[in-house]
């Protein structure tokens, strides 16, 4: 079955860029949108943006001006930019699919495990 | 954005209860609503999309109900792997938006 995995560097200094990849497996990474949801340690979940296979995506208004989501479907890899971080944005990131393939507005049926990201000095 | 909250925040129930979870959206959202368990240190689990459609796998103790802008989480008898986080999110509209959760704890 599809499996995603998240990788990337555990620290961040502040102002920084942080890089994600979440790799997909098992599974192609055409025909579903795929996004990115973080979750700040002991809070809450926030989606952060979402990309389509061809390339079309959309992000929160609240992370836009900082957020860049890129897909590699030969490498079947989605893989997201977060500029000038701050201790705020320390969190769990996780890539995570929606249940049907070309919706955006579905549940997500699928989740990596999540990579625990620190942002600081 | 649309405002999810969920009641109540937190609960202690016992094996074998009922236990109800309420989410409220700031606006319709029609029944593009889903519901979340998580476990500490894992990633949530599907239970309910589309406000009552139950998740492949998911034992049918779990149901949920509503439209518009008020949704519940039913799990009919509590069992001891339901103790956890539950989340309400909406998919109606972007930004995707989630419900504080409501953690579920041993009475």
């Known amino acids: 079955q599809v499996q995603l995995q998240e990788s990337g560097p555990g620290l961040v200094k502040p102002s920084e860029t942080l890089s994600l990849t979440c790799t997909v497996s098992?599974?192609?990474?055409?025909?579903?949108?795929w996004s990115w949801i973080r979750q700040p340690p002991g809070k809450g979940l926030e989606w952060i943006a979402y990309i389509y296979y061809s390339g079309s995506s959309s992000s929160n208004p609240s992370l836009r001006s900082r957020v860049t989501i890129s897909v590699d479907t030969s490498e079947n890899q989605v893989s997201l930019n977060l500029t000038s971080v701050t201790a705020a944005d320390t969190a769990v990131y996780y890539c995570?699919?929606?249940?049907?393939?070309?919706?955006?507005?579905?549940?997500?049926?699928?989740w990596g495990q999540g990579t625990m990201v620190t942002v600081s000095s | 954005d649309i405002q999810m909250t969920q009641s109540p925040s937190s609960l202690s129930a016992s094996v074998g209860d009922r236990v109800t979870i309420t989410c409220r959206a700031s606006?319709?959202?029609?029944?593009?609503l889903h519901w979340y368990q998580q476990k500490p240190g894992k990633a949530p689990k599907l239970l309910i999309y589309?406000?009552?459609s139950l998740q492949s796998g998911v034992p049918s103790r779990f149901s949920g109900s509503g439209s518009g802008t008020d949704f519940t989480l039913t799990i009919s008898s509590l069992q001891p792997e339901d103790f956890a986080t539950y989340y309400c999110q909406q998919s109606y509209t972007t930004p995707f938006t989630f419900g504080p959760g409501t953690e579920v704890d041993i009475k």
């Open positions: 589309a406000a009552s």
């Open positions: 606006q319709s959202i029609s029944t593009y």
């Open positions: 098992g599974g192609s990474i055409s025909s579903y949108y």
């Open positions: 995570a699919r929606p249940r049907r393939d070309g919706y955006t507005h579905d549940a997500f049926d699928i």
